[in-house]
């Protein structure tokens, strides 16, 4: 073993270990019996190692392919927009930001009506056809009265989310001066959060709002009812729920 030492060091030593750094691991090998015939066992047995290693590497990307190729199958199943419309109708809405309460429910009964005006004492609900969901952020009103009335607190604002004919309370009914200044420009105001957090319009539901008048003598003759909303919140939902991987994306 001494000789094997001084044989040693006159070896050019690559960059990566000393002499000194050599030196010392064949002498901890000579203070340990039988060390250096593990070692070469040890070291027989690496093309064996990197065999087995490299046959787990490759099943590994197999693996991963075959995982990309499942979600690349399912994220169209899994996405809320892409199971009800078309990509053609997600593309469609992806640079929109608005959208009109236009659409009036029918057949509600009393105390509802199924077209304008909409006398005192009476209710009017309005929806939107089915769409891609959306996240909204704030409501915008403008009423037209009979007889260039301009008394926006006789009316009553009540959001709803669910389906045309019934669906679930979304915070508090408005009174219709809350939307209107003094000097008769429109105020903007905040959609009602839930649970402190922005509320979600899947793409299964819908907005409506029923506007009661509880005036004692105009008809409401028309009403416009926009809601805007947050395009990247609802995309940015979607790939959560998917595990990141939607393909509506906005534009």
Do not use: W
Not at 117 to 135: A, C, D, F, M, W
Request: net charge neutral; glycine share 8%.
């Amino acid at each position: 073993m001494e000789g094997k030492l001084v044989k040693i060091e006159q070896l050019q030593v690559q960059d990566t270990y000393t002499q000194e750094q050599i030196m010392e691991v064949l002498r901890k090998l000579a203070a340990n019996p039988g060390g250096l015939e593990r070692l070469l066992r040890c070291a027989d047995r690496l093309p064996e190692v990197e065999r087995v290693v490299i046959g787990f590497e490759d099943r590994c990307r197999t693996t991963i392919s075959r995982c990309d190729a499942i979600e690349t199958l399912c994220r169209n199943y899994m996405c809320p927009g892409n199971v009800n419309f078309s990509q053609r109708t997600l593309d469609e809405y992806s640079g929109k930001s608005q959208i009109k309460l236009n659409v009036i429910v029918k057949d509600l009964g009393d105390p509802y009506v199924n077209n304008y005006p909409v006398p005192p004492g009476k209710k009017i609900r309005l929806t939107h056809e089915s769409r891609p969901g959306y996240s909204p952020t704030s409501i915008r009103v403008d009423l037209n009265i009979a007889n260039n009335g301009n008394n926006y607190s006789d009316f009553t604002f009540q959001f709803f989310l669910g389906s045309k004919q019934s669906g679930l309370l979304v915070g508090d009914a408005y009174d219709g001066n809350m939307f209107l200044n003094k000097d008769g420009s429109q105020i903007q105001v905040p959609f009602p959060e839930y649970r402190n957090v922005p509320l979600d319009v899947g793409s299964l539901e819908t907005l409506s709002v029923e506007i009661t008048n509880n005036g004692a003598a105009n008809n409401l003759t028309s009403a416009h009812v926009n809601v805007s909303y947050d395009n990247g919140r609802f995309y940015e939902l979607c790939k959560a729920r998917c595990g990141g991987s939607c393909s509506t994306a906005p534009m």
